[in-house]
């Protein structure tokens, strides 16, 4: 019996290690791919390139443009940190106040916010960009930044309100026999023990407004004010003939790297916060 579980471990660990390569190899071929010529990669599927070739992530970085990838990764920054912190931010706000208020029209507001979650995006896009048209904040980023001010990420709020509901509320109460107020009670109390359901918004955001190419591409108009996804959109010509495809996976790999690292630091509290959403002791 010992050595039928076994073997079958074995299995299972060989099952899940190939299921793992199949997966990874895309992004290991990708890896690969940004060290070969143009010619070599639509050559062979095989991931080792015949020779490491730096060029690519050099006359890449550089870019076509008066500008250096630098410069891009400076501007996405720029976009993608006030991101974060106001979906934090207002998404905590948010539901604390559903979780922990009653307020008139509570069911109202909160059945409109589940109604946001199910509308399509691509449906607000006309007449969001005639507003900040008419707000004359085009080509700035202003569009893409302010409106996760005012919580407008329904999924997150409905997140972190799952959250709020399964602590105690006998915590508040204590709280407030101690001395703490509303706002102190939520910074102190409640927040730390959310803080997976914090974590996974943030990274979250972040990883979706660091890949967010739609967005820059409607209000920013100026090259000098472009994100990294529009940057390399631009090492491509109109026909998408003519470029050096080497250099435009080296810096999409380079792109990648922000998101990656983020997530391996926050990996253990994001996935707690999927798959748990308790109260710790």
Same mark, same amino acid.
């Given at each position: 019996?010992?050595?039928?579980?076994?073997?079958?471990?074995?299995?299972?660990?060989?099952?899940?290690?190939?299921?793992?390569?199949?997966?990874?190899?895309?992004?290991?071929?990708?890896?690969?791919?940004?060290?070969?010529?143009?010619?070599?990669?639509?050559?062979?599927?095989?991931?080792?390139?015949?020779?490491?070739?730096?060029?690519?992530?050099?006359?890449?970085?550089?870019?076509?443009?008066?500008?250096?990838?630098?410069?891009? +990764? $400076?501007?996405?920054?720029?976009?993608?940190? &006030?991101?974060?912190?106001?979906?934090? #931010? %207002?998404?905590? /706000?948010?539901?604390?106040?559903?979780?922990?208020?009653?307020?008139?029209?509570?069911?109202?507001?909160?059945?409109?916010?589940?109604?946001?979650?199910?509308?399509?995006?691509?449906?607000?896009?006309?007449?969001?960009?005639?507003?900040?048209?008419?707000?004359?904040?085009?080509?700035?980023?202003?569009?893409?930044?302010?409106?996760?001010?005012?919580?407008?990420?329904?999924?997150?709020?409905?997140?972190?309100?799952?959250?709020?509901?399964?602590?105690?509320?006998?915590?508040?109460?204590?709280?407030?026999?101690?001395?703490?107020?509303? +706002? $102190?009670?939520?910074?102190?109390?409640?927040? &730390?023990?959310?803080?997976?359901?914090? #974590? %996974?918004?943030? /990274?979250?955001?972040?990883?979706?407004?660091?890949?967010?190419?739609?967005?820059?591409?409607?209000?920013?108009?100026?090259?000098?004010?472009?994100?990294?996804?529009?940057?390399?959109?631009?090492?491509?010509?109109?026909?998408?003939?003519?470029?050096?495809?080497?250099?435009?996976?080296?810096?999409?790999?380079?792109?990648?790297?922000?998101?990656?690292?983020?997530?391996?630091?926050?990996?253990?509290?994001?996935?707690?916060?999927?798959?748990?959403?308790?109260?710790?002791?």
């Amino acid at each position: 019996m010992a050595a039928r579980k076994r073997i079958g471990r074995i299995l299972l660990y060989f099952v899940m290690i190939l299921v793992s390569i199949v997966m990874l190899y895309p992004m290991i071929w990708l890896f690969g791919a940004s060290f070969k010529s143009n010619a070599d990669i639509h050559s062979s599927i095989w991931f080792m390139p015949s020779s490491f070739n730096w060029q690519p992530y050099i006359n890449g970085w550089r870019t076509g443009s008066e500008y250096t990838m630098t410069h891009y +990764f $400076k501007n996405t920054f720029l976009m993608v940190i &006030p991101i974060v912190v106001f979906t934090i #931010v %207002s998404s905590v /706000l948010t539901a604390y106040g559903f979780a922990r208020f009653e307020f008139p029209g509570k069911k109202l507001c909160f059945s409109l916010l589940i109604a946001t979650m199910l509308l399509p995006s691509i449906v607000l896009r006309i007449p969001q960009y005639v507003m900040w048209s008419q707000f004359k904040v085009l080509d700035t980023y202003v569009p893409l930044v302010l409106p996760h001010l005012f919580a407008s990420d329904g999924v997150f709020i409905f997140l972190l309100i799952q959250f709020f509901r399964n602590i105690p509320k006998e915590l508040d109460e204590a709280a407030r026999i101690d001395g703490c107020g509303r +706002f $102190k009670t939520l910074i102190n109390i409640l927040v &730390p023990v959310i803080k997976p359901g914090v #974590v %996974s918004i943030g /990274l979250f955001s972040f990883m979706w407004s660091m890949n967010d190419f739609l967005g820059p591409l409607i209000y920013v108009s100026s090259v000098e004010k472009y994100p990294v996804t529009i940057a390399l959109r631009m090492s491509m010509d109109a026909t998408g003939a003519g470029y050096d495809e080497n250099q435009i996976i080296a810096m999409s790999i380079i792109s990648l790297i922000p998101s990656i690292v983020v997530f391996a630091l926050g990996q253990k509290q994001f996935v707690e916060g999927l798959t748990t959403g308790s109260v710790k002791g």
